[in-house]
């Protein structure tokens, strides 16, 4: 069955650095594209990131650019967020997302806390 598993959320200091790691299963990882949501305590889910199927185009919420990078491995099914110089405006659960490049199949992960306090 369809599996979007994250990991590498935590409990972090203003300044500090995560990376959360998504591995999928179930289906064809490739024709996939991935992105990551958050979703702040009380907030809407929001569009963190997005990275397409071969890797060549990302795109970010204005609010992480520079300090987030998403990346991929379809050798490993695995879709990855670098997040630095975290703020406290960045806890949230993160979410993995694929979305088909044609079609509208859509899976999502459980989710994985990020804290960002000091």
């Known amino acids: 069955q369809v599996q979007l598993v994250e990991s590498g959320g935590d409990l972090v200091q203003p300044g500090g650095s995560l990376r959360l790691s998504c591995a999928a299963s179930g289906f064809t990882f490739s024709n996939y594209a991935m992105s990551w949501y958050y979703q702040p305590p009380g907030k809407e889910r929001e569009l963190v990131a997005t990275i397409s199927t071969g890797g060549g185009r990302r795109t970010y919420a204005e609010s992480v650019k520079g300090r987030f990078t998403i990346s991929r491995d379809n050798a490993k099914n695995t879709v990855y967020l670098q997040m630095n110089s975290l703020k406290p405006e960045d806890t949230a659960v993160y979410y993995c997302?694929?979305?088909?490049?044609?079609?509208?199949?859509?899976?999502w992960g459980q989710g994985t806390q990020v804290t960002v306090s000091s």
């Open positions: 997302n694929a979305r088909h490049f044609l079609s509208s199949d859509t899976y």
